[in-house]
């Protein structure tokens, strides 16, 4: 069943009104989700109309509806892509085996502890990026960053009904957990750091959304291959919703280069910030700022915690059932760099054992593939700047490399030595002033800040200049 059922308070395409406990125990929830949303949701603009799209069907293509609405009237529902027909597990010690339905009570806590992780993230970051639209670029960028936002919203929804729907009482709890807890609060805090720091300017926006949300998306992938049916299907739906946040992301980070690649040019000596922009070398640092940050995501180098959900068939590798043949690994190694006794060797550690450190080899080449076309626009503007990214040891606060000290191509230096030239490829304090200062809304249709260009087109057929958001 793919069509969504619009008639019901929630709307959703699970047969919500036939259950009628679950049905009842989400609607005490969901006044509770909205009173968040007041709270916590984009300040200043629950009133104004905004151009969104909301899912009508969770069809491939052509899935969504456009139209103005209030975000807080946006109708957030429970939708899951369509059941494949005897779907069978497709990796681990159940390989084979059909498809669950319910959660195997041995699984229960695994299960339960990463749907709760994976779903803390989605209300955090809009809590994140709450005071955002003050500084919007552009109506069209406001937004989109309106759309990210709902659409979290959505996510949040989507694991609460796997919380619900599958964890009873446990799961409740947590539910409720994930609406009491606050990004950045010092007593209830999100539960992954990344999580807990504003995101208070546009540029680390689109870093957000260029870099985080791709972490998300292969989570999400790895999740969507996973054994528990009901996890896989809403992961495959979130997937679709997720690939215009990282649009959003890759395309913002372009259109900065772009303008920066012109102003670069037409100024005297060559820097794009002469001209009120933001230089080639300080959107670099940004990137090296946040592409560790999101390695770190990706959990340990060697880890026995993704060894055993694979080996239980939970969480797969991206395109598992496409990509790969060998689905048991057991016996397979794979070579890592590791630093041991201080210097960089080789070392073969068991591939199960491997499994998020091949989940972040898929990332970082999706992020090669947009630094590549970043490349291509300084390329156009006839600039010889090339972004490119940092070694995977460089500036980790997780994993093997993080008790020592690499420089920018992941060669071991002293902490001495990391403290004098950090400043060399992070931003600095002032910097990043200076990229705030930079962030003075345009809210004119069709106008964009200087420090931005113009995307290439519009959203849903429209033009730039159509008025995305409106005030009531
Ligand atoms: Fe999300
Ligand atoms: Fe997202």
Redesign the pocket.
């Given at each position: 069943m793919s069509g969504i059922d619009y008639t019901q308070r929630i709307p959703n395409n699970v047969g919500l009104g036939g259950d009628v406990r679950l049905q009842r125990a989400l609607e005490k929830w969901q006044p509770s989700f909205l009173s968040w949303w007041h709270d916590m949701g984009p300040d200043g603009f629950q009133a104004h109309n905004v151009y969104l799209r909301t899912a009508v069907s969770t069809e491939p293509g052509g899935w969504a509806n456009f139209g103005h609405v209030k975000m807080p009237e946006y109708r957030w529902g429970i939708f899951l892509a369509d059941a494949v027909p005897d779907r069978r597990i497709a990796f681990g010690e159940f390989a084979g085996a059909p498809a669950w339905q319910e959660v195997p009570g041995e699984l229960r806590a695994m299960l339960r502890r990463m749907i709760v992780v994976q779903a803390d993230t989605?209300p955090a970051?809009v809590e994140q990026q709450r005071r955002l639209a003050h500084s919007a670029p552009s109506l069209y960028d406001m937004r989109n960053l309106f759309q990210?936002n709902v659409?979290?919203g959505r996510?949040l929804w989507a694991m609460v009904y796997l919380l619900h729907a599958f964890f009873g009482r446990d799961g409740r709890d947590e539910a409720d957990e994930l609406l009491a807890r606050r990004s950045g609060d010092a007593d209830k805090p999100r539960i992954l750091d990344a999580f807990n720091e504003p995101c208070d300017e546009w540029l680390s926006f689109f870093c957000f959304?260029m870099f985080t949300?791709r972490d998300?998306?292969y989570q999400l992938a790895a999740l969507a291959e996973s054994g528990f049916d009901p996890l896989a299907r809403t992961c495959r739906f979130m997937l679709t919703?997720?690939a215009h946040?990282?649009f959003v992301g890759e395309t913002g980070i372009d259109r900065v280069v772009a303008r920066s690649a012109e102003l670069t040019r037409a100024s005297r000596n060559g820097r794009a910030s002469e001209l009120g922009g933001i230089d080639l070398e300080l959107i670099q640092k940004y990137i090296d700022y946040w592409f560790p940050y999101c390695l770190d995501l990706f959990g340990g180098e060697i880890s026995s915690n993704a060894a055993d959900m694979f080996a239980a068939g939970v969480k797969g590798r991206y395109q598992e059932e496409r990509k790969y043949t060998n689905h048991s690994l057991l016996g397979e190694t794979m070579a890592l760099t590791v630093f041991e006794d201080g210097r960089l060797q080789t070392r073969d550690v068991p591939a199960r054992n491997a499994l998020n450190e091949v989940l972040r080899g898929e990332y970082r080449d999706d992020c090669q593939r947009a630094v590549d076309k970043w490349n291509k626009t300084t390329q156009a503007e006839g600039l010889r700047f090339r972004f490119s990214l940092p070694s995977n040891r460089f500036f980790r606060r997780q994993g093997i490399y993080a008790d020592h000290c690499f420089d920018r191509e992941g060669n071991p230096i002293t902490r001495g030595e990391w403290e004098r030239r950090a400043i060399d490829w992070l931003p600095s304090e002032a910097e990043r002033a200076y990229v705030r200062s930079l962030m003075l809304p345009v809210t004119l249709p069709g106008k964009m800040a200087n420090w931005i260009g113009a995307p290439r087109k519009g959203i849903n057929g429209k033009n730039i200049d159509y008025t995305y958001v409106r005030t009531a």
């Open positions: 989605e970051s990210v659409e979290e996510h959304t949300d998300g998306k919703e997720e946040h990282l």
